[in-house]
């Protein structure tokens, strides 16, 4: 009778003891890992914002197609701050992919002259290249009309604005934007307006909202060129709020507009597209921020 109670105990010990077993498997649940698998760290989430895409495509207006950087009245791709060639310059593309990549996988479909409301088309033809990376910069034509009243009403230049990154996202939905705020157009006025030469070109009707008689400072002259600085500012927000609103698109954070450039990085046949020196900057401050961990 003992060895029987002795057995029964051990078989009710082994029973108890399958009991909380399973018991356990419960509490963590039937398709739980292990606890020694559920102490190795789960994989890092793909991040949203890839700082080394392996292509550019560039959209935007003629800074982004280096005009008058290279030769009186002439687009000079090469130059350019965004996908360009030039060892002066060190571009956007060269700096990511390198100066062969650059030659193979970034395309400039900037056109001088064009305004926000030009980027929808140039953004259908820059998604068929399927880029990683789009880079956007403009707005200053927008500004730079003949007179304030004939500027692009903020409205428009926002809608505008978000059609081409329907489009981008439409086709592209994983592909990042890079956007470059508005050049600050009145410290361009007052860098250039010390020079006879920039104020002699000037009067050939370049930018007239802002440079037009560069060299009065009568109250309807600060108004002018104070309405237009206003409306570059409305952009450059227009810019950061849609921009905000697209988890792959990174704002510059006004870095473009609050650059304080000098006449070294301003063309010396205009005064108002960036040289060679300026590309450079503009380069330096695109590849910062795609770069950078944080936007």
């Given at each position: 009778?003992?060895?029987?109670?002795?057995r029964?105990?051990?078989?009710?010990?082994?029973?108890?003891?399958?009991v909380?077993?399973?018991?356990?498997?419960?509490?963590?649940?039937?398709?739980?890992?292990?606890?020694?698998?559920?102490?190795?760290?789960?994989?890092?989430?793909?991040?949203?914002?890839d700082?080394?895409?392996s292509?550019?495509?560039?959209?935007?207006?003629?800074?982004?197609?280096?005009?008058?950087?290279?030769d009186?009245?002439?687009d000079?791709?090469?130059a350019?701050?965004?996908?360009?060639?030039?060892a002066?310059?060190?571009?956007?593309?060269?700096?990511?992919?390198?100066?062969?990549?650059?030659a193979?996988r970034?395309?400039?479909?900037?056109?001088?002259?064009?305004?926000?409301?030009?980027?929808p088309g140039?953004?259908?033809?820059a998604?068929r290249?399927?880029?990683?990376?789009?880079?956007?910069?403009?707005?200053?034509?927008?500004?730079?009309?003949?007179?304030?009243?004939?500027m692009?009403?903020?409205?428009?230049?926002?809608?505008?604005?978000?059609?081409?990154?329907?489009?981008?996202?439409?086709?592209?939905?994983?592909?990042?934007?890079?956007?470059a705020?508005?050049?600050?157009?009145k410290?361009?006025?007052?860098?250039?307006r010390?020079?006879?030469?920039?104020?002699?070109?000037?009067?050939?009707?370049i930018?007239?909202?802002m440079?037009?008689?560069?060299?009065?400072?009568?109250?309807?002259?600060?108004l002018?060129?104070?309405?237009?600085?206003?409306?570059?500012e409305?952009?450059?927000?227009?810019?950061?709020?849609?921009?905000?609103?697209?988890?792959?698109?990174?704002?510059?954070?006004?870095?473009?507009?609050d650059?304080?450039?000098?006449?070294?990085?301003?063309?010396?046949?205009?005064?108002?597209?960036?040289?060679?020196?300026?590309?450079?900057?503009?380069?330096?401050?695109?590849y910062r921020?795609?770069?950078?961990?944080n936007?």
């Amino acid at each position: 009778m003992r060895k029987r109670s002795h057995r029964s105990r051990v078989v009710l010990a082994l029973v108890v003891a399958a009991v909380v077993g399973l018991a356990g498997c419960d509490a963590v649940g039937g398709d739980s890992p292990a606890p020694s698998d559920a102490a190795k760290p789960s994989p890092s989430p793909t991040p949203l914002w890839d700082r080394s895409p392996s292509s550019v495509a560039a959209v935007g207006d003629s800074i982004t197609r280096a005009f008058d950087a290279c030769d009186v009245l002439s687009d000079c791709p090469e130059a350019s701050w965004a996908t360009g060639s030039s060892a002066e310059v060190d571009s956007l593309a060269v700096r990511l992919l390198g100066r062969a990549g650059a030659a193979e996988r970034s395309w400039n479909y900037a056109v001088s002259g064009a305004r926000m409301a030009d980027l929808p088309g140039q953004m259908a033809r820059a998604v068929r290249r399927k880029p990683q990376l789009v880079t956007v910069l403009v707005g200053a034509n927008d500004a730079c009309r003949p007179t304030p009243s004939a500027m692009t009403p903020v409205s428009a230049f926002r809608a505008d604005f978000e059609d081409a990154l329907r489009s981008l996202r439409k086709a592209l939905p994983k592909a990042q934007v890079f956007v470059a705020s508005v050049p600050d157009l009145k410290r361009l006025w007052s860098e250039g307006r010390t020079s006879p030469m920039a104020r002699q070109v000037w009067q050939l009707g370049i930018c007239p909202s802002m440079l037009g008689d560069a060299n009065a400072l009568d109250t309807a002259a600060t108004l002018r060129r104070d309405t237009v600085q206003k409306r570059v500012e409305d952009y450059n927000k227009v810019l950061k709020e849609v921009c905000a609103r697209d988890e792959r698109c990174r704002y510059d954070g006004g870095a473009v507009y609050d650059y304080r450039f000098g006449t070294a990085q301003l063309s010396r046949w205009d005064y108002f597209h960036p040289s060679v020196n300026g590309q450079a900057r503009l380069a330096e401050i695109a590849y910062r921020t795609v770069t950078a961990k944080n936007p």
